[in-house]
């Protein structure tokens, strides 16, 4: 599993898209709903409004290995967000993904989880990146799938699912 990303100042550029830490502006933009003329239609969604309410509580995840916007690199919107749950936890860290729906089902979802997830494992010391998934979500499980994660355990209606640096060998 080896996507091709690259860095330059903290954003993380694969072949399509370009993952953008969030901003304080950024975040404020979200909560107060001030549109913005370089987010999709449909951005933000709930879900990037209940992590924009958390930064202030979890300030780490404005971090380098925190949350990222996720912009089409031939657009320029921003058509999602991503991040991962800093601080790791005994080596180990959460990520957690969405993409607006006028953009799903091309593949940005995929792309840019194994780009964060490839990233994440260069931290110091984390070993796995973990995701859960709800089954009533197959577009998702399939998401983690393609991005090279392993499923490893099933719970009622969880799947939980992992990639470690040894997977990247």
């Not at 991040?83 to 607006?100: A, H, M, R």
């Not at 984390?126 to 009533?136: D, F, I």
């Amino acid at each position: 599993m080896s996507s091709t990303f690259s860095t330059s100042r903290d954003d993380l550029t694969t072949d399509r898209l370009v993952l953008q830490r969030w901003s304080i502006i950024e975040a404020a933009a979200v909560i107060d709903n001030t549109r913005s003329v370089y987010w999709a239609d449909d951005f933000p969604a709930d879900g990037d409004r209940v992590i924009a309410n958390l930064f202030e509580q979890h300030p780490d995840w404005l971090g380098a290995y925190g949350h990222r916007l996720i912009i089409e690199r031939d657009s320029g919107l921003t058509v999602g967000s991503l991040g991962l749950f800093w601080p790791p936890s005994e080596g180990i860290l959460e990520i957690g993904y969405g993409i607006v729906a006028s953009r799903r089902s091309r593949g940005y979802a995929t792309e840019a989880t194994r780009a964060l997830a490839e990233y994440a494992l260069t931290a110091p010391d984390v070993h796995t990146v973990t995701a859960s998934v709800e089954l009533s979500n197959p577009a998702s499980l399939r998401v983690l799938e393609k991005a090279g994660f392993h499923r490893w355990a099933t719970e009622e209606n969880l799947a939980r699912f992992r990639i470690t640096s040894t997977d990247l060998r």
